[in-house]
């Protein structure tokens, strides 16, 4: 069941508006059953430029009902319906605004014919309600007075109905009010993820990474992402179109590429803190840092020589990592190298690894 409308406003600050007129139409899919037209007093003074544009005037509204006299007749007709409207985000706001002033919480799924015209009639050379009527021979009559528009968007919801043939553009379409699409959508993109050490990357519509994360769990660590309400967050959350990962198998790799891909990608919603480049030599100017690798016949590895860290790689065979020649073949370059010896030499200093093994110099070759 769809409740299908339009609302007139004083025009002033957002959520400061109040409703002139206001026009449901009841509509099962088949025929209107329903419908409910008022003018309305707002108590408040309409915009000169909005006089203009739709012709109601405050005289005209004296004796109209306020919405509080005529609140309880719009929850009845909206009851268990889709709330349908031509920018249904500004119908409805309008609305739960209204009954926000009156202590009571208006809640109704939306769908919005200005999205699903421009998925399903995409030729239209404008999606505006009267540009789109004028395109597929709509005839309207009130233009921008409630009634008008509202049942002019009943005709072109009907023809959008009669274009979904599947129904699946606008099942998808729907705005739920409690965002279950939205819970659906970052459930899948959690259900896609592993339980294991490692980093994540937030990609946006364009494919573009705006967020690095990283942790021992790295479905547990973007689960916590999705659950702040910092500024920061929100927008990624708005923004994430799915997550790719890169499993690291342990500390020292999560924290040295965590760093490495922030230097090089400078994802827009990470804080990146300069970091203190520090010029202590390793206790040996050649050697294998070896440590545990992603799965357990593995190893992750970084070479260093001459003090400076040449780049690093996962061996799953003694003799790569005993064959030096073949070991550089396999080698990840390193280009911040300054960086990546300060990260290394300060997980060093507080932390164990597998093991390191010291190279002689007239073996490096």
């Known amino acids: 069941m769809y409740a299908i409308l339009d609302i007139e406003t004083t025009g002033g600050k957002y959520n400061e508006e109040g409703i002139t007129e206001i026009a449901i139409y009841k509509y099962d899919g088949h025929q209107i059953i329903d419908q409910f037209i008022s003018l309305v007093n707002p108590e408040r003074e309409i ?31 909206t009851q268990d319906c889709f709330i349908v409207a031509h920018n249904a985000n500004f119908d409805y706001r309008i609305l739960r605004t209204e009954f926000d002033r009156l ?31 004028k395109f597929l021979g709509i005839p309207m009559s009130d233009r921008h007075r409630a009634t008008g528009d509202a049942l002019a968007t009943v005709q072109l919801f009907k023809l959008l109905i009669d274009k979904d043939v599947e129904k699946n553009i606008i099942q998808q379409s729907i705005k739920y009010f409690d965002n279950r699409h939205e819970k659906f959508r970052i459930q899948r993109i959690l259900d896609s993820l592993p339980e294991k050490e490692g980093l994540f990357y937030v990609h946006n519509h364009e494919g573009t990474i705006i967020f690095v994360g990283r942790g021992k769990n790295i479905k547990q660590e973007t689960n916590k992402l999705f659950l ?12 994430v179109a799915r997550v790719s990962y890169e499993e690291t198998g342990n500390i020292l790799f999560t924290r040295l590429k965590y ?7 400078k994802p827009k919603y990470n804080i990146i803190r300069k970091r203190k480049i520090t010029d202590r030599n390793f206790n040996h100017d050649n050697m294998l840092i070896v440590d545990k690798g992603r799965v357990p016949e593995e190893h992750a590895v970084i070479l260093i020589e001459k003090n400076e860290v040449v780049g690093y790689t996962y061996t799953n065979l003694a003799f790569q990592e005993n064959q030096l020649s073949i070991l550089k073949s396999m080698l990840t370059p390193i280009e911040h190298k300054e960086l990546a010896k300060t990260i290394i030499k300060n997980y060093l200093l507080k932390n164990k690894v597998s093991k390191i093994v010291r190279l002689q110099v007239e073996n490096n070759l």
């Open 47 to 77: 915009q000169e430029f909005v006089v203009k544009l739709t012709g109601i005037n405050n005289k005209m509204l004296r004796n109209a009902p306020k919405f509080y006299e005529v609140a309880k007749r719009i929850v009845e007709i």
């Open 103 to 133: 202590g009571y919480k208006y809640k109704r799924n939306t769908l919005c014919t200005v999205t699903l015209s421009k998925k399903l009639i995409p030729e239209s050379p404008s999606h505006s309600l009267g540009k789109l009527c």
């Open 228 to 239: 702040k309400e910092t500024r920061k967050a929100l927008k990624v959350i708005k923004r």
């Open 259 to 265: 760093h490495l891909e922030l230097e090089k990608l």
